[in-house]
């Protein structure tokens, strides 16, 4: 990565020099770079138009813009623009493509999960089950918290009709193996969901290729803004689902009898959409693709992951979690510290301006799996630096001197 690229992001830049910040919540949310907060700026000062109303200039503008970040997701992920729907963020996708699957699921089918599934890809097929009667299966984990393709493998049923996982766990790091489960649900005649939310931003993404139906990320871990998500659909899933939401922008035609609705992804999106949202989304992904690519992201984040669990995993106070080698794993690192709780341990790297984030990371049946309250999370992007490294591992170490004496 680019020394200098913290140089990119305004927040950094307005940090003291005293303590600058290190910042390794990125799985939580990302920085923006000026250019995507350009981006937002010129669309609210230059052309702000709904993009339902537009024969006017700048409402074509608008339009132009939002169907123009439709195909730069799109192109980022292997898709075609059609399959790509705007929601407000993985947990809203997820929760749509709920009530879009819920007629397929009836009593005495079953729904697929893991046990390290963030809530947002496990309540709602929780829900869903207890609604339509359907049998909601957690896939159990190995002792390091990965999953083992046996086990995925022989849970299959005829009667299953969904399994959601996540590419990457949030917590672990911990990489699946999304395109074996994708093919396994397709031989099995099931809908595979693959929640993207801490792929797509750090990691190469081709759709095509994992064979997923649906794949799910927001754009704000993306350097992009808050409120803004996709979800990807294949085409032929897009064409035959019921949209979950009506109203505007969605409609082929309504009479008092009976409405049709617009081709997908129209009909997936009702009302005004987060139209600077998708624009900031798109202009991240331009910025991403311009400082090198989600390879030299990835190789980055991995290689600073790595020093942090090597530097971490020799401080006998310390308890990593996770898979010991760094091959099926993403830039996340999780820890405790004996006898410390995590939010103590949060709150003395706060004092040191180092925000990492501390708890059970939405992710209960994991932490009961692991038998621990909760983790110490460091997740790194492409703006974090093997200094950044060093001052979490001092950090820590200035925790266990006030906490062990
Ligand atoms: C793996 C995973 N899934 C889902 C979510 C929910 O994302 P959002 O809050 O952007 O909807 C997160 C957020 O941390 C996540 O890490």
Redesign the pocket.
Known sequence: MRPDIKTDFPLFQAQSDQKPLVFLDN???SQMPKHVLDAITEYYTSYKANVHSGIYTIGRRAVEAYENSRAVVARFIGAQASEIIFT???????NMLMRMLEDTVNEGDEVIVSGM?????FIPWQELCKKRGARFTVLPLLPDGTLSLDIVRSTFSDKTKIIAI?????VTGTVNDVKEICRIAREKGAYSII?G??SAPHMRVDVREMGCDFF?F?G??MLGP?GI?VLFGKKECLEKLEPSGFGGGMIRTVKSDISTWADAPAKFEAGTPHIAGAIGLAEAIRYIENVGGVDEIHAHECMLAAQAREMLGSISEVTLYGPKDSIHTAGIVSFTLNGVHPHDVAEVLARENIAVRAGH??ALPLMAHFGIPGTVRASFYLYNTKEDVRRLVEGVQQVISLFHG
């Open positions: 799985a939580a949310a407000s963020g993985t947990t809203a996708s997820l599934e963030h809530h947002s890809n996540t590419h990457v766990s949030h929640d939310a801490q799910a927001s704000q871990k808050t998500g990371h939405c």
